[in-house]
Nanobody
Framework: VQLQASGGGLVQAGGSLRLSCAAS????????MGWFRQAPGKEREFVAG????????YYADSVKGRFTISRDNVKNTVYLQMNSLKPEDTAVYYCAAASRFKVVVPPPRPEQYDYWGQGTQVTVSS
């Protein structure tokens, strides 16, 4: 699975961005999908994950109530709607996909995912 993340940019605190992760090569159906982020000097951290059918989703405590993950299996795309952005949300955001039918046990960890996109920069100014 090839993953292409897009939608990052520079936004003021309180603003919104919508990230997209377009998959190619193989379907995202029956795959757990996730978003992670990595700020300079910090480890990659989990942001949000969505189950195979989209009925189950998980969020890091730091983004609960502000971010929403969704998936469109027909378009083979996963989205991350980010509202009420804060300067501490500044990071490179990566989308990730697990192997088909793989069970991802929450809280999702990077090693549970098998495919990664190249990342998109999100910068939130104060």
């Amino acid at each position: 699975v090839q993953l292409q993340a897009s939608g990052g940019g520079l936004v003021q605190a309180g603003g919104s961005l919508r990230l997209s992760c377009a998959a190619s090569g193989r379907t995202i159906s029956n795959r757990h999908m996730g978003w992670f982020r990595q700020a300079p000097g910090k480890e990659r951290e989990f942001v949000a994950g969505v189950g195979w059918s989209g009925e189950t989703s998980y969020y890091a405590d730091s983004v609960k109530g502000r971010f929403t993950i969704s998936r469109d299996n027909v378009k083979n795309t996963v989205y991350l709607q980010m509202n009420s952005l804060k300067p501490e949300d500044t990071a490179v955001y990566y989308c990730a996909a697990a192997s088909r039918f793989k069970v991802v046990v929450p809280p999702p960890r990077p090693e549970q995912y098998d495919y990664w996109g190249q990342g998109t920069q999100v910068t939130v100014s104060s």
